[in-house]
């Protein structure tokens, strides 16, 4: 399948599932606008492996998910650069563990501005062009979190069950503009967004990283085994094939059972 004269943004791809997913939108020869933080120079040779690697063209936005005006402008850029936003992933993303009584204010804020409000900025940024082509694809990433909580996630949970909620309102708004909109739901992917919280737990409880993975795979999923960022790339580029043109409004769970249960 190609996606040879495509342009995809992804969010947050200097890292852990969207750099799988920009990795797999450019094997499969869609140009690319990286997005997420990160030192400087390793971006930059991140970039320019993914063009020579696969022969793309690859460009970087440093906004910051959390402001509406930076998510505006790298769309923006991205059109009079590139030509087009013709796929979306919105998949930066954040986290933080905490009981309710305790959440920090300023941490639900972060929270829901990069893993709710941002979907919504850069989908109302990116669909005008999406419809006057004719062709668009937006793929969410959402988690296991956007279907079921856990506890001390409140501020994550509520981000991801209403991005789940956003995607099928985009799905239904764009259903006869060629454009699709549907939310990928990771259970455990070992990135550097959950190495922090097996850390973390491994502390707290005076356990080995490894006795942490085990406890968290065994405790969520029937499946004792992650998920990889290639897998999750995988089934981004399937959602831009023309073979999922009738799939909208779906939240497809990788997730090793998760939610079977
Ligand atoms: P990660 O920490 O490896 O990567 C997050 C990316 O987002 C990085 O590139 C980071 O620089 C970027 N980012 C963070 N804040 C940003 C901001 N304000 N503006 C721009 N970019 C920003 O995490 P990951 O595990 O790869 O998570 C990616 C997405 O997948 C998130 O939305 C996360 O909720 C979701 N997810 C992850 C898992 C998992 O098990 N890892 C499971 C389900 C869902």
């Known amino acids: 399948m190609s996606l040879k004269g495509k342009v995809a943004l992804v969010t947050g791809s200097t890292s852990g599932i969207g750099l799988g997913i920009a990795r797999a939108l450019a094997g499969a020869g869609s140009d690319l606008v990286l997005n997420g933080f990160g030192d400087a120079a390793q971006i930059e040779a991140l970039r320019s492996g993914l063009e020579t690697e696969f022969g793309i063209r690859a460009r970087y936005s440093a906004a910051d998910m959390s402001k509406p005006a930076a998510i505006a402008a790298t769309v923006a850029e991205a059109q009079a650069a590139l030509g087009a936003v013709d796929v979306l992933v919105n998949n930066a993303g954040i986290q933080h563990v905490a009981n309710i009584e305790d959440f920090?204010?300023?941490?639900?804020?972060?929270i829901?501005?990069?893993?709710l409000s941002a979907v919504f900025h850069?989908?109302?940024?990116?669909?005008?062009?999406?419809?006057?082509?004719?062709?668009?694809?937006?793929?969410?990433?959402a988690?296991?979190?956007?279907?079921?909580a856990s506890g001390q996630k409140s501020a994550y949970v509520a981000a991801k069950h209403a991005v789940v909620g956003l995607t099928k309102v985009a799905a239904i708004e764009l259903a006869n503009h060629g454009v699709t909109a549907n939310a990928i739901c990771p259970g455990w992917v070992l990135t550097p967004l959950v190495q922090r919280q097996l850390e973390a737990r491994a502390q707290a409880e005076g356990?080995?990283?490894?006795a942490a993975k085990r406890a968290f795979l065994s405790e969520k999923q029937p499946m004792a085994q992650f998920s990889t960022p290639e897998d999750i790339g995988a089934l981004a580029v399937f959602l831009c094939s023309d073979n999922a043109k009738t799939?909208?409004?779906?939240?497809?769970?990788v997730d090793g059972g998760w939610v079977a249960q």
């Open 247 to 253: 799939i909208t409004g779906a939240a497809l769970s």
């Open 104 to 110: 920090p204010e300023e941490k639900w804020d972060a």
């Open 143 to 148: 988690s296991a979190h956007g279907l079921v």
């Open 112 to 115: 829901i501005a990069i893993n």
């Open 122 to 141: 850069a989908s109302k940024a990116a669909i005008p062009g999406m419809k006057a082509r004719g062709w668009g694809r937006i793929v969410n990433i």
């Open 207 to 210: 356990i080995s990283v490894d």
